[in-house]
């Protein structure tokens, strides 16, 4: 027996931005049982998602209407292929995710099937590009600077740019990502580097998720989100915008229509998971950038993957 088997422990699932082109090779050659969820991911879409996240290109499996059913369908297989080498459930104290992640951890906590769970984060993926066609934004990650200063700092940048621009990712200490009109993030960014910001790296998007200028998007996903069956989670689900656990099912359409608009609390999520006892974390999808954001956080997080369950996974899913 591992030292953290026995141990109250979390699954944790990774949000968009942790797909690359080769996604899921390994891990369905691996487990039949990860080959036939990828498999019944096509079969729910209606197109070859496989053929997308094996050959590419690139371009189109990073568009977030492909990202983002592609990532779940990835972080379920691995579930999925963990579950079936243990012969039984992981019985997790409580579930997360990062953004998109957190649809992946409802999926787990059994409150949406695994086909729902597809529909929607395909839906969301469309209604998010539209939202950034018709109403451009821009998102920057801002490292070392506390939340507090940055929370003014766009305060300042919005007041002179006259538009908006927010904390949208408290991702660990020292690593937030900022959200909102191009004119607002550039002069936010400005004033970061004035203020002593180590760095500040725009983000290749154009749209500025978790900020207002989503709202309109956000109130057209929850009109999605209100005809979708959801069921009460079977363990809790640490929520996004709030980082408390979530245990009914209002808790959770009123957290996925608001969700798209409003900031990701990751800091405060894997905070209030430590403050239940939880002293592991397993992050099950493409990659492995929840790991190096948990330790951050707390050093003595024991993070988990995928190869640390069973040694013929690939971690990080591959």
């Not at 689900?237 to 609390?265: C, F, H, K, R, Y």
Request: proline share 6%; hydrophobic share 45%.
């Amino acid at each position: 027996m591992t030292d953290w088997q026995g141990q109250p422990i979390a699954l944790v699932f990774p949000g968009q931005g942790a797909q690359f082109v080769g996604m899921g090779v390994e891990l369905a050659a691996a487990s039949p049982v990860a080959a036939a969820t990828l498999h019944e991911a096509n079969e729910v879409l209606g197109f070859d998602l496989i053929n997308l996240m094996t050959n590419g290109p690139v371009a189109e499996l990073e568009d977030t209407f492909n990202a983002q059913p592609a990532i779940l369908a990835v972080s379920v297989a691995v579930l999925r292929a963990i579950e079936d080498a243990w012969g039984t459930d992981l019985s997790p104290s409580m579930v997360a995710g990062h953004s998109l992640g957190e649809f992946s951890a409802l999926v787990a906590a059994d409150s949406l099937t695994y086909a729902d769970g597809l529909r929607l984060v395909r839906s969301r993926g469309e209604i998010m590009k539209a939202a950034g066609e018709t109403n451009p934004g821009a998102m920057a990650a801002v490292l070392g600077l506390d939340d507090e200063i940055l929370t003014s700092i766009c305060a300042e940048a919005s007041r002179q740019s006259g538009s908006t621009v927010v904390v949208a990712n408290r991702n660990c200490p020292g690593q937030t990502v900022l959200s909102g009109t191009v004119q607002a993030l550039e002069l936010a960014s400005e004033l970061a580097k004035e203020q002593g910001a180590r760095r500040v790296a725009r983000l290749n998007v154009s749209i500025a998720s978790h900020s207002p200028l989503m709202a309109d998007a956000a109130r057209a996903f929850g009109e999605i989100v209100a005809r979708t069956p959801i069921a009460p989670p079977r363990v809790p689900v640490v929520a996004n915008g709030s980082a408390a656990p979530m245990t009914t099912t209002a808790e959770i359409v009123a957290e996925l229509s608001a969700q798209m608009a409003a900031p990701v609390d990751w800091t405060g999520s894997v905070q209030t998971m430590l403050d239940h006892g939880i002293p592991t974390f397993a992050e099950f999808g493409p990659g492995n950038v929840l790991a190096g954001l948990i330790k951050r956080i707390d050093r003595e997080a024991v993070v988990l993957t995928a190869v640390d369950f069973d040694t013929k996974l690939p971690a990080g899913g591959k």
